[in-house]
């Protein structure tokens, strides 16, 4: 944590899971401003900021919210995304334990914009310092009427729930989420019906990510327009970005969506240790296909991202330097998916495991130059013909790495090796 | 009403039908291993996939509802490869016993293999290893290798049987079909997620390794084990007995009647029909003297018979028939005939109460463990147990002479002491019936009658639907329907009852019972009918509202 300039991350470094600190800050004014408008006004507001979703999908967030039904006569949930799980990505532990009050009042705000009197966090088994921090802070709003009946002392209710998961990484899938908050098993479920009109307990309900809801109050203090100037034309703002993997000062950046991956890595995360080059970077999370060296100036931002068919999907960024193995990467990338797959549709769960049979079997030296087609083969039957999306982060980066480093890969089929620049003669020669 | 084109066909089909349904109607099938019409749509395997126009992904049928103008290729190349691979994947982890399995004939993946498969498997890694033949009940084997998580039995065991034995344990490709822990898959409806199983992962204990599904021969039935009326497909193995324990019925299946019992059966149905083949059948007429059975000719038998009946009549003496609802309409039209215009009978009850309360549900299992008692009503038989009670006093009171029993075994529904003290006063008590049992040892004559399995007839239930059901195999030995057996008595009095197929007595019932009429068996169909609004007008109303809850 480097930085001190942005949004949150000036909270994060002011220990703000502690109320007065908060408050010292400004903390709970947007809440108040919010409460005095129309729910619409909120929605049209963020709307406007050109807010996205950053659990990784990257949807407009006040789109989603306006598709919740007007006078709804079930209760509307809103449900926050904390299981944090997809590899690369490490920041919403920070907003959980040291700007937790920013969060939540994001989470009033949200709430009173989509009709919701009770919201739940959903934070992953594995945070168990963070869900207690969590806890302390949430008391503490509720010591201060800040929750409860009388929120802020308008007259609006709000209850937040905090729900501990069991540690699996598909119960951040949204409705895996939903089913697992319901205390079922974490299967997704087929949409339609989208959570917005039937989600937890079949009640409309919002999911949003932990990030997402944190610049929320910002948004309605500082406007829509001052947000939406920091980014592009259809992504607003800043977001904080993961870095790890080979740079001299892996950690949480928080930067405008503008900011290419190469100024990320270089003049933010102090470039790669020992000068080394770079041989890929993921940007968005080990789902996301890898970039080569040449295409890092890019904006790590939805759109520009999408362009080069991959994702800034959870804005975690993972540089590899030209001495990785690509193939472990891949090895073990597969294996977390395979690992993490639900099961319940046939071409993840099978799918997941077969490639992950085959990448092992090639990581000890037992590679076949047909495997990489297979491989090729077996991920396109994943891709797109899953229930869940956790089918497609699955395929994709075995498509993403054999699509530009393919060579990596027929080097270990055919000689048991890593790439080294002479394949091309090897390869002639064989 | 929405239009569609599946496959070049147009077709208009119901609003909220799904694709895979829609296709169904115009004559296409498209594979599926988690779909079920009776159960919940889950979209799970993704055998399904088909292609969409304007929709950038392939969809799976079975989820997707149609909608007006929706263009879909069933058998476009991308959609035939998303399921060749679908299939494909299934196979990963699949241990490809087909040899010693007992699902191989009647096997999806078979089935989809043979018609889709890749024929070049690429899979070469070792394959994941689970649970094998594990008995999860007193009916049902798993072998969780076998299983492809189609979750139907899962879901049939939340939605139907309502009683949740079975889930999906662990995840990804480890993923195991099991009971909970402590649970065992026992339920009055357990073996149903055989059927449905589209896999050698459940199979049934009780067929299990007795014969290859490929020699057995199907026939369409309705189960004789309550008033219900199940339809049923009885499964045979003529050729072959041997391979089965000498029995010639395999199985029963249930068939599929919105109706009565949609897609399913209980389990004391399914495996009711053993008495079928069981060594208890009475295979000959006999002769009861001094203690001993003598087999004899049927001639004879109805010889000695008409002999001593109308020996009694000539001395004004009484003869009295306890008739049963176990006879199908045919059986008791005939009796109702033989009653009335041979013996100049008019009060014969049919029902014995049985001394214990059987089990009963508010799904398929009723308590009138009896196939026909509305038929019987309906033929003016006296279904009040009372009735059957004051014979028996009768009895007692020395009033009877001769007395014809039909199937019953009276021990079942009185105390021992009453049914000897009735049958002892009786000089002669004739047993007609299919198996040997306690009040058949007491006859004096006994007359074997085949089981519904081995003859053609109709059942009405308590809904007052008149069902038909086929012969599956042969009357064993030299037993024969009761229609038949009656029809002999009665030419031995002189009475010609014209009857030579059990159709021809339901013919002559729709003509002169109002209930039936303008019945056949060609009209009865699959389904069957109603009973006839001027039978029983008063009992309509109640009936439909039962077949609701039944078909639901
Ligand atoms: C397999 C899988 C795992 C996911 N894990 C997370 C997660 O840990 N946190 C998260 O916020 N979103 C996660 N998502 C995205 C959520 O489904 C959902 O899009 C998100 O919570 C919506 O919030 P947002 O619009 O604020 O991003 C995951 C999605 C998939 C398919
Ligand atoms: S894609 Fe994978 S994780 Fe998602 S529902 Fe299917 S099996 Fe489960
Ligand atoms: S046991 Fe059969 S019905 Fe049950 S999930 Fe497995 S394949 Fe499907």
Redesign the interface.
Same mark, same amino acid.
């Given at each position: 944590m480097a930085e001190t300039q942005g949004i949150l991350m000036p909270l994060i470094q002011s220990e703000c899971q502690i109320l007065k600190n908060y408050r010292d800050r400004g903390g709970y004014e947007a809440a108040k401003k919010a409460l005095s408008m129309t729910p619409d006004e909120v929605i049209q507001e963020v709307q406007a900021s050109n807010l996205r979703g950053l659990g990784g999908a990257g949807f407009p967030t006040g789109r989603k919210w306006a598709f919740v039904p007007k006078n709804s006569p079930k209760p509307v949930y809103l449900v926050v995304n904390c299981d944090e799980s997809e590899p690369g990505t490490f920041k919403d532990k920070y907003i959980i334990t040291k700007a937790t009050h920013a969060l939540i009042e994001g989470i009033i705000i949200a709430s009173y914009a989509i009709g919701a009197h009770t919201a739940y966090i959903y934070i992953r088994g594995e945070y168990v310092r963070q869900a207690e921090v969590l806890e302390q802070a949430i008391q503490e709003a509720y010591d201060n009427g800040i929750l409860g009946k009388k929120v802020l002392g308008k007259d609006y209710a709000l209850d937040v729930y905090v729900h501990r998961g069991a540690g699996?990484y598909?119960c951040g899938e949204e409705t895996a989420l939903l089913e697992s908050l319901e205390g079922k098993?974490g299967w997704p479920r087929?949409k339609p019906p989208f959570p917005a009109i039937e989600g937890l307990f079949r009640c409309p309900t919002i999911v949003n990510n932990v990030e997402t809801l944190s610049y929320v109050p910002f948004i309605i203090k500082n406007g829509a327009r001052w947000f939406a100037e920091m980014g592009t034309e259809r992504s607003g703002g800043m977001r904080l970005y993961c870095v790890s993997g080979h740079v001299n000062k892996p950690g949480v950046y928080e930067l405008p969506v503008t900011t290419t991956l190469r100024e990320i890595i270089y003049e933010h995360a102090g470039g790669v240790p020992g000068n080394k080059k770079i041989k890929a970077v993921v940007p968005g999370g080990s789902s996301s296909p890898p970039l080569r060296p040449e295409e890092l100036d890019v904006p790590a931002e939805f759109d520009a991202l999408m362009k080069l068919g991959t994702m800034a999907g959870s804005g975690g960024i993972i540089v590899m330097d030209e001495d990785t193995c690509l193939l472990e990467i891949l090895t073990v990338t597969t294996h977390f998916y395979?690992?993490?797959?639900?099961?319940?549709?046939?071409?993840c769960?099978?799918?997941?495991?077969?490639m992950d049979?085959?990448l092992h079997?090639m990581l000890h030296g037992e590679g076949r130059i047909e495997d990489v087609d297979?491989l090729e083969?077996i991920a396109n039957?994943i891709m797109?013909?899953?229930?869940c999306p956790l089918g497609d982060a699955a395929a994709m980066p075995v498509l993403g790495y054999l699509k530009r480093f393919r060579e990596e890969f027929e080097s270990h089929a055919l000689y048991k090796k890593c790439f080294d620049g002479e394949f091309a003669e090897l390869k002639a020669a064989s | 009403m929405p239009t569609i084109t599946i496959d070049g066909k147009e077709l208009t089909v119901d609003e909220g039908k799904t694709v895979i349904q829609a296709a169904e109607e115009a004559g296409i099938y498209i594979p599926r291993y988690c779909y079920h019409p009776g159960l919940r749509? %889950?979209?799970?395997?993704?055998?399904c996939?088909v292609e969409i126009e304007k929709m950038?992904?392939?969809q799976v049928a079975c989820?997707t509802r149609v909608q007006d103008g929706m263009v879909v290729h069933v058998n476009s190349e991308k959609a035939k490869r998303?399921r060749q691979?679908?299939l494909?994947?299934?196979l990963?982890?699949h241990p490809i016993d087909c040899p010693v399995c007992d699902q191989a004939g009647e096997c999806y993946l078979q089935e989809y293999y043979m018609q889709f498969g890749l024929y070049d498997p690429?899979?070469i890694?070792?394959k994941?290893k689970k649970h094998k033949a594990v008995p999860v009940g007193p009916h049902v084997m798993l072998d969780s290798e076998r299983c492809?998580?189609c979750t139907r039995c899962v879901r049939f065991c939340d939605e139907i049987s309502k009683t949740s034995e079975l889930? %999906?344990f662990?995840?990804?490709?480890?993923?195991e079909l099991l009971p909970y822990p402590g649970k065992t898959l026992d339920n009055p409806y357990s073996a149903n997620v055989v059927d449905i199983c589209p896999v050698g992962a459940l199979t049934e204990r009780d067929f299990r390794f007795k014969v290859r599904v490929w020699y057995l021969d199907e026939t369409k039935s309705v189960c004789p084990g309550c008033a219900t009326g199940c339809n049923i497909e009885i499964h045979t193995s003529k050729a072959r007995p041997y391979k089965n324990e000498g029995r010639r019925i395999a199985r029963l299946k249930p068939r599929y009647n919105p109706e009565v019992n949609d897609y399913w059966i209980c389990d004391y149905g399914r495996y009711g029909f053993l008495f079928v083949d069981d060594d208890s059948r009475i295979q000959q007429p006999l002769v009861q003297k001094d203690g001993q059975f003598n087999e004899v000719e049927w001639d004879n038998a109805l010889y000695m018979i008409h002999g001593v009946l109308n020996q009694a009549l000539e001395n004004g003496k009484s003869v009295r028939i306890l008739g049963s609802p176990q006879m199908s309409n045919e059986d008791l039209y005939a009796l109702k005939r033989f009653g009335n215009e041979v013996l100049e009978i008019h009060d014969i009850p049919v029902t014995v109460k049985p001394l214990e309360k059987p089990y009963s549900d508010d799904f398929l299992i009723r308590e009138d463990k009896n196939p026909n008692t509305r038929g019987a009503a309906l033929l003016g038989f006296d279904t009040d147990h009372a009735a059957t009670e004051k014979l028996l006093a009768d009895c007692r009171n020395g009033g009877v002479h001769s007395l014809i029993i039909f199937h019953h075994d009276l021990f079942k529904g009185f105390a021992a002491e009453d049914v000897r003290s009735a049958l002892d006063k009786v000089e002669t008590v004739i047993f007609v019936g299919s198996n040997m049992q306690p009040t058949a040892e007491l006859a004096t004559y006994i007359l074997p009658a085949c089981t519904w399995a081995e003859k053609d007839g109709t059942f009405t239930n308590h809904a007052g639907r008149v069902q038909k059901f086929d012969a599956a195999v042969d009357p064993l030995e030299n037993s024969l329907p009761e229609w038949k057996i009656l029809r002999r008595l009665a030419k031995q009095f002189g009475h010609a009852f014209a009857y030579f197929e059990a159709e021809d007595v339901f013919r002559d019932m729709a003509k002169k019972v109002p209930a039936f009429a303008g019945m056949s068996y060609r009209a009865l169909g699959d389904r069957g009918m109603v009973i006839n609004e001027n039978g029983r007008p008063s009992q309509q109303a109640e009936v439909k509202e039962e077949l609701t809850v039944v078909s639901k």
């Open positions: 699996a598909i098993k087929m395979h690992h993490e797959s639900c099961g319940q549709c046939t071409p769960r099978e799918g997941t495991g077969w049979k085959i079997r297979h083969e039957g797109g013909n899953t229930i | 749509i %889950v979209g799970q395997c993704r055998i996939l950038p992904k392939l989820y998303a691979q679908v494909e994947f299934l990963v982890n690429k899979m890694e070792d994941n492809i998580l889930g %999906v662990n995840r990804g490709d480890r993923s």
